[in-house]
């Protein structure tokens, strides 16, 4: 079974531009979760969504915002790049919260995202 | 979620047991304790999760205290390939994980 994939895997922008991330889950998997990883702040939870709807999201101000399609796959989308904005943006697919028990999440290599 | 505190870092000989500690001491009843690590430059990777029995898997064993306010990591033979960070992540419901500082582990040959 194919894993997650990310695209692309790494990006170079400059102050102000946007950036799309795309992110394809494990076939099967309905949730999809992104995170921001920093060297100053580690691994800070993004948003999940779940059947094309938000079901979380994360403490991130509104430039961050994403969607997930019929099929799964998701996007996230980062308007206006301060430098602050430069990470790694992880996803992370798993089936479907249950309430009744722990699903594992799988994650993508990640997209490294460079701010100029 | 819960909070985890964990040592920062730590070395273990190659082909002895790595034993990490993890302490969440205000953990809730419904909340369990999931471990994923993170070699260099790739995504975490799910290792073992527990509610209060002890389980163990191809991976790793994860040791829970009675009280629940400590766990333990233990890869039983660890390998060079072992070198990499590990979180201890106290969690209930949902997909959305709160990632503390982890311990990096260095095997050393």
């Known amino acids: 079974k194919a894993g997650v994939t990310q695209t692309p895997r790494y990006l170079i922008k400059t102050r102000g531009q946007q950036v799309t991330l795309s992110c394809s889950p494990i076939?099967?998997?309905?949730?999809v979760s992104w995170y921001q990883q920093t060297p100053g702040q580690g691994l800070q939870f993004l948003f999940e969504y779940f059947s094309e709807t938000q079901r979380n999201k994360g403490n991130f101000p509104g430039r961050f915002s994403g969607r997930q399609f019929s099929n799964s796959r998701s996007e996230m989308n980062v308007s206006t790049l301060e430098l602050g904005d430069s990470a790694l943006y992880l996803c992370a697919s798993s089936l479907a919260w249950t309430g009744s028990s722990y699903n594992e999440q799988f994650f993508g290599p990640g997209t490294r995202l460079t701010v100029l | 979620d819960a909070k985890t505190t964990q040592p920062p870092s730590m070395d273990c000989a190659e082909g002895r047991a790595a034993n990490l500690p993890c302490n969440h001491s205000?953990?809730?009843?419904?909340?369990?304790v999931y471990w994923y690590r993170q070699i260099h430059s790739q995504g975490p990777q799910y290792i073992i999760h527990?509610?209060?029995n002890n389980e163990t898997n191809e991976m790793a064993s994860l040791i829970i205290t009675e009280d629940r306010k400590s766990s333990t990591l233990i890869l039983p033979h660890a390998t060079l390939r072992d070198t990499a960070v590990y979180y201890c992540i106290v969690h209930g419901a949902g997909n959305m994980l709160t990632f503390g500082g982890g311990t990096r582990l260095m095997v050393k040959p």
């Open positions: 527990g509610l209060k």
């Open positions: 076939s099967g998997h309905r949730s």
């Open positions: 205000t953990i809730s009843g419904n909340e369990y």
